[in-house]
T-cell receptor
Framework: GAGVSQTPSNKVTEKGKYVELRCDPI?????LYWYRQSLGQGPEFLIY????????DSGLPNDRFFAVRPEGSVSTLKIQRTERGDSAVYLC??????????FGPGTRLTVL | AQSVAQPEDQVNVAEGNPLTVKCTYS??????LFWYVQYPNRGLQFLLK??????LVKGSYGFEAEFNKSQTSFHLKKPSALVSDSALYFC????????????FGRGTSLIVHP
């Protein structure tokens, strides 16, 4: 079956701009996670959705970062007033509750 | 708080030789442990997990991992390495409940030489 998909695969933006990153989870997975991966590091947790609600957003670094999942399927990570330090690969994962997470290919964000 | 340590940034092994990628962890309660592999410009692919039961867990692509509670370790192993195994390997740990959020190690780059 189809895995987790993420769009775009690459995004280049200028400092101060707004970006949206999209994640399409595996069908039927109610849990969805966003991570950020910097070069030479493991994935760093950002936010976890169970259904439509953000069950844990403790990993969001500041209020410029926001994510939604309005219908309990597709999720969008939104970053306002981007900064060069936001440059990273943003990974999305989905799972059945409490089960193994399956990752998408990631979106590489570059802020110039 | 939970944590994972992957003490080696890089592991080099010759094709056909056995490989080990090390992982130690710290977590409250019984750990859920995972190994993922990441190829260049790709997301993480699940290899195997330990939840309970046998300490030796078998996973994808001939990989296995041994859970050692007393040493709080979960080393990844393969009896005979392939050049195509060259990739980044991440160990992760999470507690059995809560929000199921794993903590990942920094990753180990495995290089298999022909």
């Amino acid at each position: 079956g189809a895995g987790v998909s993420q769009t775009p695969s690459n995004k280049v933006t200028e400092k101060g701009k707004y970006v949206e990153l999209r994640c399409d989870p595996i069908s039927g997975h109610t849990a969805l996670y966003w991570y950020r991966q910097s070069l030479g590091q493991g994935p760093e947790f950002l936010i976890y959705f169970q259904g439509t609600g953000a069950a844990d957003d403790s990993g969001l670094p500041n209020d410029r970062f926001f994510a939604v999942r309005p219908e309990g399927s597709v999720s969008t990570l939104k970053i306002q007033r981007t900064e060069r330090g936001d440059s990273a690969v943003y990974l999305c994962a989905s799972s059945s509750v409490g089960d193994t997470q399956y990752f998408g290919p990631g979106t590489r964000l570059t802020v110039l | 708080a939970q944590s994972v340590a992957q003490p080696e940034d890089q592991v080099n092994v010759a094709e056909g030789n056995p490989l080990t990628v090390k992982c130690t962890y710290s977590v409250s309660g019984n750990p859920y442990l995972f190994w993922y592999v990441q190829y260049p410009n790709r997301g993480l692919q699940f290899l195997l997990k330990y939840i309970t039961g046998d300490n030796l867990v078998k996973g994808s692509y001939g990989f296995e991992a041994e859970f050692n509670k007393s040493q709080t370790s979960f080393h990844l192993k393969k009896p005979s390495a392939l050049v195509s195994d060259s990739a980044l390997y991440f160990c992760a740990v999470r507690p059995p409940g809560g929000s199921y959020i794993p903590t990942f190690g920094r990753g180990t780059s495995l290089i298999v030489h022909p």
